[in-house]
Protein backbone atom coordinates (compact mmCIF):
# COMPACT_ATOMS: atom_id res chain seq x y z
CA UNK A 1 0.00 0.00 0.00
CA UNK A 2 2.70 2.88 1.21
CA UNK A 3 5.62 3.72 -1.21
CA UNK A 4 6.27 5.55 1.93
CA UNK A 5 6.88 3.20 4.60
CA UNK A 6 8.84 0.49 1.85
CA UNK A 7 11.41 3.79 1.26
CA UNK A 8 11.49 4.05 5.16
CA UNK A 9 12.40 0.91 5.86
CA UNK A 10 14.93 1.24 3.19
CA UNK A 11 16.72 3.88 4.57
CA UNK A 12 16.86 2.38 7.80
CA UNK A 13 18.57 -0.47 6.61
CA UNK A 14 21.02 1.62 4.71
CA UNK A 15 21.63 4.00 6.97
CA UNK A 16 22.64 1.11 9.53
CA UNK A 17 25.78 0.32 7.40
CA UNK A 18 26.32 3.98 6.12
CA UNK A 19 29.15 5.67 6.03
CA UNK A 20 27.29 8.99 6.04
CA UNK A 21 26.99 9.23 9.76
CA UNK A 22 28.11 12.81 9.59
CA UNK A 23 25.23 13.52 7.60
CA UNK A 24 22.88 11.85 9.78
CA UNK A 25 24.33 13.50 12.80
CA UNK A 26 23.70 16.96 11.11
CA UNK A 27 20.45 16.28 10.56
CA UNK A 28 19.25 15.39 13.76
CA UNK A 29 21.38 18.28 15.15
CA UNK A 30 19.70 20.48 13.07
CA UNK A 31 16.40 19.04 14.66
CA UNK A 32 17.08 19.24 18.36
CA UNK A 33 18.22 22.69 17.76
CA UNK A 34 15.15 23.92 15.91
CA UNK A 35 12.86 21.89 18.21
CA UNK A 36 14.47 23.36 21.17
CA UNK A 37 14.17 26.66 19.66
CA UNK A 38 10.73 26.32 19.16
CA UNK A 39 9.68 24.84 22.42
CA UNK A 40 12.10 24.88 25.01
CA UNK A 41 15.23 23.34 26.28
CA UNK A 42 13.03 20.56 28.58
CA UNK A 43 11.92 17.10 26.74
CA UNK A 44 9.30 16.69 29.38
CA UNK A 45 7.80 19.73 27.97
CA UNK A 46 8.52 19.68 24.44
CA UNK A 47 7.33 16.87 22.53
CA UNK A 48 9.13 17.56 19.69
CA UNK A 49 11.91 17.89 21.59
CA UNK A 50 11.63 14.58 23.25
CA UNK A 51 11.23 12.46 19.97
CA UNK A 52 14.24 14.09 18.55
CA UNK A 53 16.65 13.38 21.67
CA UNK A 54 15.47 10.18 21.39
CA UNK A 55 16.34 9.75 17.51
CA UNK A 56 19.44 10.79 18.23
CA UNK A 57 20.02 8.38 21.11
CA UNK A 58 19.01 5.70 18.71
CA UNK A 59 21.89 6.64 16.63
CA UNK A 60 24.41 6.90 19.66
CA UNK A 61 24.70 10.22 19.24
CA UNK A 62 27.02 11.34 22.27
CA UNK A 63 25.10 13.46 25.46
CA UNK A 64 26.95 15.80 25.15
CA UNK A 65 26.09 16.69 21.45
CA UNK A 66 22.54 16.44 22.50
CA UNK A 67 23.13 18.99 25.15
CA UNK A 68 24.75 21.48 23.11
CA UNK A 69 22.36 21.27 20.36
CA UNK A 70 19.69 21.96 22.57
CA UNK A 71 21.48 24.97 24.30
CA UNK A 72 22.37 25.96 20.79
CA UNK A 73 18.26 26.25 20.37
CA UNK A 74 17.56 28.18 23.86
CA UNK A 75 20.19 30.16 22.89
CA UNK A 76 22.49 29.17 25.88
CA UNK A 77 25.29 28.71 23.79
CA UNK A 78 25.69 30.87 20.21
CA UNK A 79 24.82 29.09 17.11
CA UNK A 80 23.74 29.43 13.12
CA UNK A 81 20.50 31.10 12.61
CA UNK A 82 18.47 28.26 11.17
CA UNK A 83 15.04 29.08 9.08
CA UNK A 84 12.48 26.08 8.64
CA UNK A 85 10.14 25.73 5.78
CA UNK A 86 9.06 23.67 2.87
CA UNK A 87 9.63 23.14 -0.54
CA UNK A 88 6.98 21.28 -3.04
CA UNK A 89 7.44 19.79 -6.37
CA UNK A 90 6.54 16.97 -8.83
CA UNK A 91 8.78 13.77 -9.45
CA UNK A 92 8.52 11.81 -12.45
CA UNK A 93 5.16 10.43 -13.55
CA UNK A 94 4.06 12.93 -11.60
CA UNK A 95 4.62 11.60 -8.07
CA UNK A 96 4.12 14.33 -5.54
CA UNK A 97 7.20 15.29 -3.68
CA UNK A 98 7.02 17.89 -0.11
CA UNK A 99 10.73 18.80 0.76
CA UNK A 100 11.38 19.36 5.01
CA UNK A 101 14.11 22.43 4.41
CA UNK A 102 16.07 23.47 7.58
CA UNK A 103 18.69 26.40 6.15
CA UNK A 104 20.86 29.29 6.98
CA UNK A 105 20.44 30.54 3.28
CA UNK A 106 16.64 30.14 2.13
CA UNK A 107 17.91 31.71 -1.59
CA UNK A 108 21.00 29.39 -1.53
CA UNK A 109 18.48 26.29 -0.46
CA UNK A 110 15.84 27.08 -3.22
CA UNK A 111 18.02 27.16 -6.39
CA UNK A 112 19.80 23.66 -4.99
CA UNK A 113 16.92 22.20 -4.61
CA UNK A 114 14.94 23.60 -7.75
CA UNK A 115 18.48 21.95 -9.54
CA UNK A 116 17.74 18.81 -8.16
CA UNK A 117 14.34 18.45 -8.80
CA UNK A 118 15.27 19.52 -12.97
CA UNK A 119 18.05 17.75 -12.80
CA UNK A 120 16.32 14.56 -11.93
CA UNK A 121 13.32 14.34 -14.19
CA UNK A 122 11.57 16.63 -11.19
CA UNK A 123 9.91 20.29 -11.39
CA UNK A 124 9.21 22.82 -8.28
CA UNK A 125 5.81 24.02 -7.46
CA UNK A 126 4.05 26.65 -5.90
CA UNK A 127 3.55 26.07 -2.06
CA UNK A 128 0.51 24.41 -1.41
CA UNK A 129 0.09 22.63 -4.43
CA UNK A 130 1.21 18.92 -3.50
CA UNK A 131 0.75 19.99 0.44
CA UNK A 132 -2.59 18.93 0.64
CA UNK A 133 -2.35 15.40 -0.30
CA UNK A 134 -0.17 14.89 2.71
CA UNK A 135 -1.20 14.27 6.69
CA UNK A 136 0.73 14.27 9.68
CA UNK A 137 1.09 10.97 11.39
CA UNK A 138 3.27 8.79 13.53
CA UNK A 139 4.59 5.94 11.35
CA UNK A 140 5.77 2.44 12.65
CA UNK A 141 7.06 0.13 10.26
CA UNK A 142 7.61 -3.60 11.86
CA UNK A 143 8.44 -6.34 10.34
CA UNK A 144 5.72 -9.24 10.08
CA UNK A 145 7.90 -11.64 11.36
CA UNK A 146 8.54 -9.57 14.42
CA UNK A 147 4.79 -9.94 15.34
CA UNK A 148 1.38 -11.61 15.05
CA UNK A 149 -1.70 -9.54 13.54
CA UNK A 150 -3.57 -9.85 16.04
CA UNK A 151 -1.67 -9.41 18.85
CA UNK A 152 0.13 -6.52 17.36
CA UNK A 153 -3.73 -4.85 17.00
CA UNK A 154 -4.08 -5.43 20.56
CA UNK A 155 -0.82 -3.62 21.69
CA UNK A 156 -1.15 -0.91 19.13
CA UNK A 157 -4.91 0.04 19.38
CA UNK A 158 -4.61 0.10 23.05
CA UNK A 159 -2.17 2.39 23.11
CA UNK A 160 -4.22 5.07 21.06
CA UNK A 161 -3.17 4.09 17.18
CA UNK A 162 -5.52 4.89 14.64
CA UNK A 163 -4.49 2.19 12.54
CA UNK A 164 -2.99 -1.16 11.39
CA UNK A 165 -2.39 -1.63 7.66
CA UNK A 166 -1.10 -5.01 6.02
CA UNK A 167 2.06 -3.43 3.41
CA UNK A 168 3.34 -6.30 2.05
CA UNK A 169 6.30 -7.43 4.08
CA UNK A 170 5.23 -5.29 6.60
CA UNK A 171 2.64 -4.03 8.92
CA UNK A 172 2.82 0.00 9.19
CA UNK A 173 0.87 1.49 12.67
CA UNK A 174 -0.16 4.63 12.15
CA UNK A 175 -0.81 7.19 15.10
CA UNK A 176 -1.73 11.09 15.71
CA UNK A 177 1.36 12.90 16.33
CA UNK A 178 0.38 13.15 19.93
CA UNK A 179 0.33 9.46 21.07
CA UNK A 180 3.09 8.10 18.76
CA UNK A 181 5.40 8.38 21.79
CA UNK A 182 2.78 6.26 23.62
CA UNK A 183 2.37 3.49 20.50
CA UNK A 184 6.02 3.25 20.31
CA UNK A 185 6.68 3.08 23.93
CA UNK A 186 4.25 -0.20 24.19
CA UNK A 187 5.68 -1.65 20.61
CA UNK A 188 8.92 -1.54 22.40
CA UNK A 189 7.78 -2.71 25.91
CA UNK A 190 6.52 -5.87 24.32
CA UNK A 191 9.83 -6.74 22.48
CA UNK A 192 9.12 -5.58 19.10
CA UNK A 193 11.72 -3.79 17.48
CA UNK A 194 10.18 -1.18 14.65
CA UNK A 195 11.80 -1.47 11.06
CA UNK A 196 11.65 2.80 11.13
CA UNK A 197 9.59 4.78 13.55
CA UNK A 198 9.05 8.12 12.65
CA UNK A 199 6.57 11.20 12.48
CA UNK A 200 6.13 11.64 8.92
CA UNK A 201 4.03 13.13 5.89
CA UNK A 202 1.70 10.14 4.69
CA UNK A 203 0.13 10.69 1.77
CA UNK A 204 -3.44 10.16 1.04
CA UNK A 205 -2.84 8.84 -2.37
CA UNK A 206 -0.72 6.92 -4.17
CA UNK A 207 0.82 7.32 -7.72
CA UNK A 208 2.12 3.85 -9.08
CA UNK A 209 5.54 3.95 -10.84
CA UNK A 210 7.41 1.28 -13.12
CA UNK A 211 9.93 1.45 -15.42
CA UNK A 212 12.35 4.22 -16.14
CA UNK A 213 9.95 6.82 -13.91
CA UNK A 214 10.30 4.73 -11.03
CA UNK A 215 14.13 4.78 -11.21
CA UNK A 216 14.40 8.36 -12.27
CA UNK A 217 11.81 9.04 -8.49
CA UNK A 218 14.54 6.69 -6.75
CA UNK A 219 17.18 8.76 -7.64
CA UNK A 220 15.24 12.17 -7.18
CA UNK A 221 14.46 11.08 -3.50
CA UNK A 222 18.29 9.89 -3.31
CA UNK A 223 19.64 13.47 -4.53
CA UNK A 224 17.07 15.12 -2.44
CA UNK A 225 18.33 13.41 0.68
CA UNK A 226 22.41 14.00 -0.34
CA UNK A 227 21.40 17.76 0.05
CA UNK A 228 23.11 19.29 3.77
CA UNK A 229 20.04 21.25 3.81
CA UNK A 230 16.72 18.75 3.54
CA UNK A 231 15.99 17.15 6.96
CA UNK A 232 13.47 14.89 5.48
CA UNK A 233 11.30 13.95 2.15
CA UNK A 234 8.29 13.08 1.64
CA UNK A 235 6.12 11.54 -1.56
CA UNK A 236 3.71 9.84 -2.53
CA UNK A 237 5.03 7.16 -5.44
CA UNK A 238 4.59 3.70 -4.84
CA UNK A 239 6.76 1.09 -6.20
CA UNK A 240 7.99 -2.30 -6.23
CA UNK A 241 9.67 -3.24 -3.62
CA UNK A 242 12.11 -5.16 -5.28
CA UNK A 243 13.01 -2.37 -8.01
CA UNK A 244 13.28 0.07 -4.64
CA UNK A 245 15.81 -2.42 -2.91
CA UNK A 246 17.70 -2.73 -5.96
CA UNK A 247 18.05 0.73 -7.30
CA UNK A 248 18.64 2.10 -3.93
CA UNK A 249 20.67 -0.88 -2.44
Known sequence: MSGHSKWATIKHKKG???????????????????????????PDGNPRLRTAIAAAKAENMPADNIKRATQRGTGELPGVNYEEFTLEGYGPGGAAVLVEISSDNRNRTVSEIRHVFGKNGGNMADAGAVSYMFHKKGDIVIAKTAAKEDDLMVIVLDAGADDLVDDGENWEVLTAPSVYEAVLEAVKKAGITPESASVAMIPNLFVKLEGTQATSMIRLMEAMEDQDDVQNVHSNFDIDQKLLEEVAG
Open 16 to 42: ALDAKRGKTFTRLIKEITMAAKAGGGD
